[in-house]
């Protein structure tokens, strides 16, 4: 790390400015729990580093008649304090507070979970499943993507290196309409999802979903959008039959790796089973039930 | 390269310090400054030894670097007792033998610390997942979540 190069821009222009001319060998900082970790393992190596806590629209969650901004560098912890988040999308607040501990919400972000590009990564699955899109900046100008195409391969995104992710749009909140996010892990706490399912859905006037996405994790290279088991729940009213068919859906759409922290048969099982449990989460939330 | 001159307050004092661009702020705080309180377990950030408060928020300082800490505000375990008189937390972890080697310990009090400060009065399990990114190799944990939540009664007056 010797020879490591530290820069705090204030604002986007100036940080995309300052990844062109480094032209691939800085790398962005934000809370740095992913990349700081891997620079102490030697996995990474940057020669500089662009800290992009001090930009304001990647600092901050603005929130207005269309929906939140949630600026990519804001930590987990923060997302938790705001209140119209938590009340418009308690899905994705549930899957950014099971980020580690304590100490690593008080830094992890969504850009940097996102822009890690595992496939294990907590809140993309429930990001998804919101529906929330990213909006870039590159020096070309600005570009909107869907999360579901950010990641393109395990560690790796389709972001150029002179691009950032400034923020992820989200919907306002909505009647009717719920969102939940479910992960296995092998212990109770602090370790990584063998599976992770996000699952979002909306109710008519009827109590019939006329409106579903879902989300997976960990089950396949990339973080997985499932509209197969989605279209299992559009048209119901989300009854037994439904939600095993959101399960079967979902298993069949799992195509996850076998290791010692879970074959793929069992992580097969577990995805069909978690995405049945989080609809049902997502449903009561719909109703107002929880 | 040329080392960084860094401007800070630690445990509320306006504190100057140079380092190299790679240190980390656990690295600063223990050889820049000798506040050797902050220890070293991991170094990234799974057993939270290095846990300090940072612009009022919990974090492992080894995943901070250094020139992170310009303008900010940094609360250290060396900030935790008043004078010469240790916090109720430092109290009942001594009372309870809720340490045995001891390196686990400023980051359990830092992390207790600032559970108990947002939260004065958490059930046993809340106490748990809060204190779940600190690890100790030594005690089996039962004697510092009893000394945590015996620390938040007397606190709270009950004791
Ligand atoms: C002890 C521990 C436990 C963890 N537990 C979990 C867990 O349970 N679930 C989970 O999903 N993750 C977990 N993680 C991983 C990590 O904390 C998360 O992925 C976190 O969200 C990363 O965010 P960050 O802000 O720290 O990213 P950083 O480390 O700052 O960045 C990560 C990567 O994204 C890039 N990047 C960051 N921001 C941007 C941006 N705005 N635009 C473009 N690129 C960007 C960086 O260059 C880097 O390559 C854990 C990590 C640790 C150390
Ligand atoms: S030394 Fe920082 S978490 Fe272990
Ligand atoms: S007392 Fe030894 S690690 Fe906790």
């Not at chain 1, 820069?7 to 060998?25: C, K, Y």
């Not at chain 1, 996995?43 to 929906?67: I, M, T, W, Y």
């Not at chain 1, 008080?106 to 979970?113: K, Q, V």
């Not at chain 2, 919990?58 to 240790?86: D, Q």
């Amino acid at each position: 790390m010797n020879g490591l190069g530290y820069e705090a821009p204030q604002s986007v222009e100036e940080t995309v400015a300052l990844l062109a001319r480094e032209n691939g060998a800085a790398r962005i900082l934000a809370g740095g729990t992913d990349l700081l970790a891997q620079m102490k393992t030697g996995a990474a190596a940057p020669q500089l580093l662009v800290d992009v806590k001090k930009v304001r629209e990647l600092s901050s969650v603005e929130e207005d008649e269309a929906g939140f901004a949630i600026g990519a560098a804001v930590c987990t912890a923060a997302l938790a304090e705001h209140p119209g988040l938590c009340a418009a999308w308690p899905g994705v607040v549930e899957a950014a507070r099971l980020i580690g501990s304590e100490q690593i919400q008080g830094r992890a972000s969504l850009g940097g979970n996102l822009c890690n590009g595992s496939p294990a990564a907590d809140s993309v699955p429930a990001l998804v499943a919101a529906g929330a899109s990213c909006l870039i900046a590159g020096p070309g100008g600005e570009r909107e993507l869907p999360v579901e195409e950010v990641i393109v391969g395990p560690g790796s995104t389709c972001l150029e290196p002179d691009e950032l992710l400034v923020s992820f749009r989200l919907g306002s909140g909505k009647a009717k309409r719920g969102d939940a996010y479910l992960r296995m892990i092998p212990r109770s706490e602090m370790d990584i999802a063998i599976v992770g399912a996000g699952v979002c859905i909306e109710l008519d006037d009827f109590g019939v979903c006329h409106a579903a996405r879902i989300g997976l994790g960990a089950v396949a290279p990339t973080p997985l959008r499932v509209d197969a088991a989605a279209d299992a729940l559009v048209g119901s009213r989300v009854d037994d039959a439904a939600l095993e068919a959101v399960a079967a859906a979902a298993s069949a759409a799992a195509d996850p790796i076998d290791d010692k922290r879970g074959s793929a048969e069992y992580r097969r099982k577990v995805a069909g089973v978690l995405t049945r449990r989080a609809a049902k989460i997502a449903l009561d939330r719909a109703r107002g039930e929880q | 390269m040329a080392r960084r001159h860094v401007s800070t307050t630690i445990n509320g004092e306006a504190v100057d310090f140079l380092c190299e661009p790679h240190q980390t702020l656990l690295d600063a705080l223990r050889d820049e400054l000798q506040l050797t309180g902050t220890k070293e377990g991991c170094g990234t950030g799974d057993c939270g030894a290095c846990s300090v408060v940072f612009d009022g928020r919990l974090c492992c300082s080894c995943l901070i670097l250094a020139p992170e800490a310009e303008g900010a505000e940094v609360e250290t375990v060396e900030g935790i007792a008043t004078g010469g008189e240790l916090h109720p937390l430092q109290r009942h972890f001594l009372e309870e033998a809720a340490l045995q080697c001891g390196i686990c310990t400023p980051g359990f009090l830092v992390a207790a610390k600032a559970l108990l400060d947002s939260n004065p009065d958490p059930s046993e399990t809340e106490v748990r997942f809060a204190l779940a990114g600190n690890l100790c190799r030594c005690t089996g944990y039962d004697k510092i979540i009893r000394a945590v939540l015996d620390s938040a009664a007397e606190l709270r007056g009950e004791a």
